[in-house]
């Protein structure tokens, strides 16, 4: 028998070096959509009282659209309703 040993360099590849590139890339986008008002800051700067309205809103809706819907479609119906109580 012999056994076969295969040695991989330890320093940084070639893709080890573009994927540290994009990431870092990435990271700086990520902070400049947050710094210029994008989604992230205004998900987190939203007071509670503001989201529940919003959620209670749009279950109004779901609501409403399923029972729109429950003469031509009662599975459709079921559905919107199951959205709506998550």
């Given at each position: 028998?012999?056994?076969?040993?295969?040695?991989?360099?330890?320093?940084?590849?070639?893709?080890?070096?573009?994927?540290?590139?994009?990431?870092?890339?990435?990271?700086?986008?990520?902070?400049?959509?947050?710094?210029?008002g994008?989604?992230?800051?205004?998900?987190?700067?939203?007071?509670?009282?503001?989201?529940?309205?919003?959620?209670r809103?749009?279950?109004?809706?779901?609501?409403?659209?399923?029972?729109?819907?429950?003469?031509?479609?009662?599975?459709?119906?079921?559905?919107?309703?199951?959205?709506?109580?998550?």
């Open positions: 028998m012999s056994t076969a040993t295969i040695t991989q360099a330890q320093d940084k590849g070639l893709r080890h070096q573009f994927a540290e590139t994009a990431r870092t890339i990435r990271d700086f986008a990520i902070e400049l959509y947050a710094a210029h994008g989604w992230f800051v205004h998900d987190a700067a939203q007071p509670a009282s503001v989201a529940a309205r919003a959620s809103a749009s279950r109004r809706e779901l609501l409403a659209l399923a029972a729109n819907a429950e003469s031509h479609s009662p599975a459709l119906s079921a559905e919107l309703r199951n959205i709506a109580s998550k």
